[in-house]
Nanobody, 121 residues
Framework: VQLQASGGGLVQPGGSLRLSCAAS????????MGWYRQAPGKERELAAR????????????NYSDSVKGRFTISKDNAKNTVYLQMNSLKPEDTAVYYC???????????WGQGTQVTVSS
């Protein structure tokens, strides 16, 4: 399994960015895909995740309290790609964002390379 992330960058407070993560290889269901983030000097935390099933197969979503209402995670099953739309960005959203995949039945996790998101004026 490989995860290829893209879409980070520098944005002003209040701006938006969209991250993408394309998964390749044996992506078995059920699974979770999502994004963790790690700010300088802090532990890595889950920002958002989406399941491979549920909510009529659109996937069910979970968000950390710090991003709820501002970030939206979605996926394109045909492309094995997950997206994170980040709106109303704040300086505290500055972090390295890591794409993540968990294969539930195999209890295995995979990580993409991090992509830097910097929110600054």
């Amino acid at each position: 399994v490989q995860l290829q992330a893209s879409g980070g960058g520098l944005v002003q407070p209040g701006g938006s960015l969209r991250l993408s993560c394309a998964a390749s290889g044996n992506i078995f269901s059920p699974n979770f895909m999502g994004w963790y983030r790690q700010a300088p000097g802090k532990e890595r935390e889950l920002a958002a995740r989406i399941s491979s099933s549920g909510i009529s197969s659109g996937g069910s979503t979970n968000y950390s309290d710090s991003v709820k209402g501002r970030f939206t995670i979605s996926k394109d099953n045909a492309k094995n790609t997950v997206y994170l739309q980040m709106n109303s960005l704040k300086p505290e959203d500055t972090a390295v964002y890591y794409c993540w995949l968990k294969l539930i039945l195999y209890n295995s996790e995979y990580w993409g390379q991090g992509t830097q998101v910097t929110v600054s004026s």
